[in-house]
């Protein structure tokens, strides 16, 4: 998938979930904006109640989008499911896609009034949506293979050694050039910091008389060696990140789907079924 085709891709998913809560919000407004006595007088009452065609409806859907978007996740990261076809990081954004969609149209199915038990689904529901919106960010910030994959400590600073093995059997490199180009001192402070450095191993560079094609092809292993040592800072970072993030997100969406099952289950046995 290219970048404009994947730009596509996440527009399009953003756009139906923008008409579908605008539409929703639009055509019920003027029955959520009802005090909860006043409803049953609302003429489109018997449409729009949770035990309504469209209320039930929307809490039907929407939990299948977030059972469905769960599972396939799972299935594709744990499990390897299609994993020829499907790269990860896509499988992802559709997962967090189902899991936007999902929590809004139960929201709509509660007609916005939840207390009890489950009023403890929602707030886990909410929780688990800021929570995935926290993780996507982490997420992406992982240095990853062109295919995807995320990489690990071990493959990133293998990668780095190897640069440096090839900046050191360099002719005409003093020892002195070789330790301001490999000093790791600043380059995981930030962009600005690794420019300056930069600059200086250019000077350095054009002090020793080293022509300019031996110039650039040193800048160039400079810059993707940089890149590799910011690339060891983040993962640390991210992966530290996780640990926390999994605390947070993994129980509350346990919580949730437990406190949804008991919900459906009862109102299965209360013999609400929808349309069928």
């Given at each position: 998938?290219?970048?404009?085709?994947?730009?596509?891709?996440?527009g399009?998913?953003?756009?139906?979930?923008?008409?579908?809560?605008?539409?929703?919000?639009?055509?019920?407004?003027?029955?959520?904006?009802?005090?909860?006595?006043?409803?049953?007088?609302?003429?489109?009452?018997?449409?729009?109640?949770?035990?309504?065609?469209?209320?039930?409806?929307?809490?039907?859907?929407?939990?299948?989008?977030?059972?469905?978007?769960?599972?396939?996740?799972?299935?594709?990261?744990?499990?390897?499911?299609?994993?020829?076809?499907?790269?990860?990081?896509?499988?992802?954004?559709?997962?967090?896609?189902?899991?936007?969609?999902?929590?809004?149209?139960?929201?709509?199915?509660?007609?916005?009034?939840?207390?009890?038990?489950?009023?403890?689904?929602?707030?886990?529901?909410?929780?688990?949506?800021?929570?995935?919106?926290?993780g996507?960010?982490?997420?992406?910030?992982?240095?990853?293979?062109?295919?995807?994959?995320?990489?690990?400590?071990?493959e990133?600073?293998?990668?780095?050694e190897?640069?440096?093995?090839?900046?050191?059997?360099?002719?005409?490199?003093?020892s002195?050039?070789?330790?301001?180009?490999?000093?790791?001192?600043?380059?995981?402070?930030?962009?600005?910091?690794?420019?300056?450095?930069?600059?200086?191993?250019?000077?350095?560079?054009?002090?020793?008389?080293?022509?300019?094609?031996?110039?650039?092809?040193?800048?160039?292993?400079?810059k993707?060696?940089?890149?590799?040592?910011?690339?060891?800072?983040?993962?640390?970072q991210?992966?530290?990140?996780?640990?926390?993030?999994?605390?947070?997100?993994?129980?509350?969406?346990?919580?949730?789907?437990?406190?949804v099952?008991?919900?459906?289950?009862?109102?299965?046995?209360?013999?609400?079924?929808?349309?069928?």
């Amino acid at each position: 998938m290219g970048k404009v085709t994947h730009a596509i891709y996440i527009g399009v998913m953003t756009l139906i979930v923008l008409v579908v809560t605008a539409w929703l919000a639009y055509t019920g407004y003027s029955y959520y904006e009802l005090p909860l006595e006043e409803r049953f007088y609302h003429p489109q009452y018997h449409w729009f109640r949770p035990a309504g065609p469209l209320g039930h409806g929307l809490g039907i859907i929407g939990t299948f989008l977030i059972l469905f978007g769960v599972v396939f996740y799972i299935a594709r990261k744990r499990y390897g499911f299609m994993e020829r076809y499907l790269r990860l990081k896509h499988v992802l954004e559709f997962h967090i896609f189902l899991c936007v969609l999902g929590p809004i149209l139960v929201l709509f199915h509660t007609t916005f009034k939840f207390g009890g038990m489950v009023s403890i689904a929602f707030w886990s529901m909410v929780a688990v949506v800021l929570s995935g919106v926290v993780g996507r960010f982490i997420y992406i910030q992982i240095p990853r293979t062109i295919e995807g994959r995320a990489l690990s400590l071990a493959e990133v600073n293998k990668a780095k050694e190897e640069i440096a093995r090839e900046l050191r059997q360099m002719e005409g490199l003093e020892s002195s050039t070789l330790d301001l180009i490999l000093n790791d001192d600043g380059r995981q402070r930030g962009y600005f910091a690794r420019k300056l450095q930069l600059s200086r191993v250019r000077r350095e560079l054009r002090h020793k008389h080293i022509d300019r094609s031996r110039r650039r092809a040193i800048i160039e292993l400079v810059k993707q060696e940089m890149s590799l040592a910011g690339k060891v800072s983040r993962l640390r970072q991210m992966q530290n990140l996780f640990k926390y993030w999994h605390v947070v997100h993994l129980p509350f969406a346990i919580i949730m789907l437990v406190i949804v099952v008991i919900h459906v289950v009862i109102t299965v046995m209360l013999g609400y079924r929808w349309i069928f």
